[in-house]
């Protein structure tokens, strides 16, 4: 089964910065494309960034270009999403996310339906 857990959420002011972590557990990690998603209170769930297995190619949404940056640690299992100059409207709970098959990137990247698994999230507030 495979599991994946979010950490590095919490509280911080406009303009400030958070790294969140994704741990997986799964020996085949480094060969399949990974995601961040977040969802707001009575918002519907939303693509952020993603990354390719080999780390080749990168999405971000429009709403976080040029602040956000998704990385992964291959050897040691791990995604990040490090997120600058934080605004209020950032506030949800992200999830991290595995996609379905291996050897594939989403067509396109953002698209959450070609995720299979998912973590439980890490709320991230940001107060203006």
């Known amino acids: 089964q495979v599991q994946l857990v979010e950490s590095g959420g919490g509280l911080v002011q406009a303009g400030g910065s958070l790294r969140l972590s994704c741990a997986v557990s799964?020996?085949?990690?480094?060969?399949?494309?990974m995601g961040w998603f977040r969802q707001a209170p009575g918002k519907e769930r939303e693509s952020v960034a993603a990354?390719?297995?080999?780390?080749?190619?990168?999405y971000y949404a429009d709403s976080v270009r040029g602040r956000f940056t998704i990385s992964r640690d291959n050897a040691r299992n791990l995604m990040y999403l490090q997120m600058n100059s934080l605004k209020p409207e950032d506030t949800a709970n992200y999830y991290c996310?595995?996609?379905?098959?291996?050897?594939?990137?989403?067509?396109?990247?953002?698209?959450?339906?070609?995720?299979?698994?998912w973590g439980q999230g890490t709320q991230v507030t940001v107060s203006s």
């Open positions: 799964e020996r085949t990690f480094s060969t399949y494309a």
């Open positions: 996310a595995r996609a379905k098959m291996p050897f594939y990137t989403p067509q396109p990247m953002g698209d959450m339906k070609q995720y299979a698994y």
């Open positions: 990354i390719t297995a080999s780390s080749s190619k990168q």
